[in-house]
């Protein structure tokens, strides 16, 4: 009986302990969920007074850009004004803005994962339609997991240039910097936004574009400072990072399988190595084309938008006209030297700038693009572009190269032959690598193409060493196997294959001169011209199609140059092939 009695009293206690403990526990739950209400409340109203600030301050931002418009163009408009520079203002209208209407945004697009995987497969996809604007914009279907901004450390060092806002007769005179860490940069940058708009938030682009063409033909100068040409990058090489982790880093963009630039085995600061970019408001890149008519890519890490123009490449040569007619020799009297007889050798400076307008009143179509975080702008072969940065940010850039590229190397060594402009890389060098690299009978199209440049190129040589024998040279030596371009002191070809010096002088001269004048001459030859050679009659006994091919060419340049020793000797040198 006292068991039972004590056995009742105690499942009486422990029910009355468990109901008290549950009514505890719900009164605490009830509690919590009330202060996560408040909580999650406060949070929503500070976030959207945050937001209707941001836009409160966007707004405003607008309305003062919008009315500093105004105010320049009542300025501008206003009789005897000389705040625009007259040396612009007298040829071309930049007191109306409503050209920047009229330039076209260039095409973007927006791979899957799947036609994201192969970065050049995906170029060349889109390359006919693009190719048409100069320029076109990328954005991939993924994020990188860190930006650059993470990557770099606040105290990464890098030296400025120091751009004037202002286009004295066209031209940009850059002057140089200082040693300046990232944070210091952007701090920097931040402050001369802020100075012109009340804060360094993102003004909408369409204002800062007529702000930066207003700000750039002033008479009244100031200036801005930019970090170009920095060694390094801003991608991780963190696994996890999927951008990073892709074929579409720029940092080993150059070296993947389908860019021809992979045989060129000594870094290239800027063309097989990328290079950073870090900007402020109005940070300027001239007009230019990329060296030796590269493709380029370009990558922007993070911060501010960029403002590009493009213009197509089968215009290269119009704009070129334009620039040397209204720029360099007529409406500003440039002063040209023996070297600057086009516009072409001014405008490989990289410090020439002027509005689109100029070149669209001439017929030349523009294109723009604004290129956001996390979106690669892609330029294509001769396509001239400029631009500048909206505010602070941090891109990348290099050059690359498939198979398409290679009219376009050739067309830029003979330009630069004319205008003694250096290569970069050797074409002849390229071509050589890659078709020696094939390791099957059958040539894909593009292959073709690649070994038909090959044997003109080596048949021109051997022609010319075959004209040289007819007045035997004075001794022979041989050129050693490495990446250094020997460039003819004539024209500035490259002589990858073969070179003549004379006694009296150490300068190499191509093969492709009056042979007459080589009596005496020293020959140098390719270390390995007979495995060069090797090559290429295995290469063309495999397919007589190719043959005829190099043949008519050949036939083609002697006609077209009336060549007389080509026509001669060609016969034997398309033989040997």
């Given at each position: 009986?006292?068991?039972?009695?004590?056995?009742?009293?105690?499942?009486?206690?422990?029910?009355?302990?468990?109901?008290?403990?549950?009514?505890?526990?719900?009164?605490a739950?009830?509690?919590?969920?009330?202060?996560?209400?408040?909580?999650?409340a406060?949070r929503?109203?500070?976030?959207?007074?945050a937001?209707?600030?941001?836009?409160?301050?966007?707004?405003e931002?607008?309305?003062?850009?919008?009315?500093?418009?105004l105010?320049s163009?009542?300025?501008?408009?206003?009789?005897?004004?000389?705040?625009?520079?007259p040396?612009?203002?007298n040829?071309?209208?930049?007191?109306?803005?409503?050209?920047?209407?009229?330039?076209?945004?260039?095409?973007?697009?927006?791979?899957?994962f799947?036609?994201?995987?192969?970065?050049?497969?995906?170029?060349?996809?889109?390359?006919?339609e693009?190719?048409?604007y100069?320029?076109?914009?990328?954005i991939?279907?993924f994020?990188?997991?860190?930006?650059?901004?993470?990557?770099?450390?606040t105290?990464?060092?890098?030296k400025t240039?120091?751009?004037?806002?202002?286009?004295?007769?066209?031209?940009?005179?850059?002057?140089?910097?200082?040693?300046?860490?990232?944070?210091q940069?952007?701090?920097?940058?931040?402050?001369f936004?802020?100075?012109?708009?009340a804060?360094?938030?993102m003004?909408?682009?369409?204002l800062?574009?007529?702000?930066?063409?207003?700000?750039?033909?002033?008479?009244?100068?100031?200036?801005?400072?930019?970090?170009?040409?920095?060694?390094?990058?801003?991608?991780?090489?963190?696994?996890?990072?999927?951008?990073?982790?892709?074929?579409?880093?720029l940092?080993?963009?150059?070296?993947?399988?389908?860019?021809?630039?992979?045989?060129?085995?000594?870094?290239?600061k800027g063309?097989?190595?990328?290079?950073m970019?870090?900007?402020?408001?109005f940070?300027?890149?001239?007009?230019?084309?990329?060296?030796n008519?590269?493709?380029?890519?370009?990558?922007?890490h993070c911060?501010?938008p960029?403002?590009?123009?493009?213009v197509?490449?089968?215009?290269a040569?119009?704009?070129?006209?334009?620039?040397?007619?209204?720029?360099?020799?007529n409406q500003?009297q440039?002063?040209v030297?023996?070297?600057?007889t086009?516009?072409?050798n001014?405008?490989?400076?990289?410090?020439?700038?002027?509005?689109?307008?100029?070149?669209?009143?001439?017929?030349?179509?523009?294109?723009?693009a604004?290129?956001?975080?996390?979106e690669?702008?892609?330029?294509f072969?001769?396509?001239?572009h400029a631009?500048?940065?909206?505010?602070?940010?941090?891109?990348?850039a290099v050059?690359?190269?498939?198979?398409d590229?290679?009219?376009f190397?050739?067309?830029a060594?003979r330009?630069?032959?004319?205008?003694?402009?250096?290569s970069?890389?050797?074409?002849d060098?390229?071509?050589?690598?890659?078709?020696?690299?094939?390791?099957?009978?059958?040539l894909?199209?593009?292959?073709?193409?690649?070994?038909i440049?090959?044997g003109?190129?080596?048949?021109?040589?051997?022609?010319?060493?075959?004209?040289?024998?007819?007045?035997?040279p004075?001794?022979?030596?041989?050129?050693?196997?490495?990446?250094?371009?020997?460039?003819?002191?004539?024209?500035g070809r490259d002589c990858?294959?073969?070179?003549?010096?004379h006694e009296?002088?150490?300068?190499?001269?191509?093969?492709?001169?009056?042979?007459?004048?080589?009596?005496?001459?020293?020959?140098?030859l390719?270390?390995?011209?007979?495995?060069?050679?090797?090559?290429?009659?295995e290469l063309?006994?495999?397919?007589?199609?190719?043959v005829?091919?190099?043949?008519?060419a050949?036939?083609?340049?002697?006609?077209?140059?009336?060549?007389k020793?080509?026509l001669k000797?060609?016969?034997?040198?398309?033989?040997?092939?």
């Amino acid at each position: 009986m006292i068991w039972g009695s004590f056995h009742d009293h105690l499942v009486v206690f422990l029910r009355i302990a468990g109901k008290k403990s549950g009514d505890a526990n719900k009164q605490a739950a009830a509690t919590a969920k009330k202060q996560q209400a408040a909580e999650n409340a406060k949070r929503r109203g500070a976030e959207a007074e945050a937001a209707a600030n941001a836009k409160k301050r966007e707004a405003e931002a607008a309305a003062n850009a919008k009315k500093r418009e105004l105010q320049s163009k009542k300025q501008m408009a206003a009789p005897g004004t000389t705040d625009i520079s007259p040396t612009i203002a007298n040829g071309y209208n930049v007191r109306d803005y409503d050209w920047l209407h009229s330039v076209k945004d260039c095409p973007v697009y927006k791979p899957s994962f799947a036609e994201f995987e192969d970065p050049f497969q995906y170029i060349q996809s889109i390359a006919k339609e693009a190719s048409e604007y100069g320029i076109c914009k990328i954005i991939p279907p993924f994020p990188p997991s860190k930006t650059a901004n993470v990557i770099l450390s606040t105290d990464f060092k890098f030296k400025t240039t120091v751009q004037p806002l202002q286009a004295n007769n066209g031209q940009i005179v850059y002057e140089e910097g200082r040693m300046r860490t990232l944070a210091q940069f952007e701090v920097q940058a931040n402050k001369f936004m802020a100075a012109r708009y009340a804060n360094s938030i993102m003004i909408p682009p369409r204002l800062l574009e007529i702000d930066f063409w207003h700000e750039l033909l002033r008479i009244k100068q100031s200036q801005v400072e930019y970090g170009i040409n920095i060694e390094g990058s801003g991608f991780s090489g963190l696994l996890d990072d999927a951008l990073a982790s892709s074929a579409w880093n720029l940092k080993t963009f150059s070296k993947l399988p389908k860019c021809l630039l992979r045989h060129v085995e000594r870094p290239i600061k800027g063309v097989t190595e990328p290079m950073m970019y870090i900007g402020m408001l109005f940070g300027t890149f001239a007009w230019h084309v990329e060296d030796n008519y590269l493709y380029s890519i370009n990558y922007h890490h993070c911060g501010a938008p960029k403002t590009w123009y493009g213009v197509p490449g089968k215009q290269a040569t119009l704009l070129e006209e334009i620039a040397e007619k209204e720029i360099f020799n007529n409406q500003f009297q440039w002063e040209v030297t023996s070297q600057e007889t086009n516009g072409a050798n001014i405008l490989a400076k990289k410090t020439t700038m002027f509005p689109p307008n100029m070149l669209q009143d001439h017929g030349v179509m523009v294109s723009r693009a604004t290129q956001l975080c996390g979106e690669f702008i892609v330029t294509f072969p001769r396509a001239y572009h400029a631009g500048f940065s909206n505010g602070f940010n941090i891109g990348e850039a290099v050059n690359f190269a498939p198979y398409d590229w290679i009219d376009f190397g050739n067309l830029a060594a003979r330009n630069y032959a004319r205008s003694g402009i250096s290569s970069i890389v050797s074409c002849d060098q390229i071509i050589f690598k890659e078709c020696i690299s094939f390791d099957r009978d059958t040539l894909t199209d593009a292959e073709r193409e690649l070994a038909i440049h090959f044997g003109i190129s080596l048949s021109l040589h051997k022609v010319a060493r075959s004209c040289l024998y007819q007045s035997p040279p004075q001794g022979f030596d041989t050129i050693q196997k490495d990446d250094n371009i020997v460039l003819c002191t004539n024209c500035g070809r490259d002589c990858f294959f073969s070179y003549v010096i004379h006694e009296d002088s150490s300068d190499p001269i191509c093969l492709l001169h009056d042979w007459s004048r080589f009596k005496g001459c020293k020959l140098y030859l390719h270390q390995d011209i007979k495995e060069i050679e090797n090559k290429q009659s295995e290469l063309f006994k495999k397919d007589n199609q190719l043959v005829q091919q190099v043949q008519d060419a050949l036939h083609d340049i002697a006609i077209t140059t009336a060549n007389k020793w080509l026509l001669k000797f060609m016969v034997n040198v398309v033989v040997s092939l």
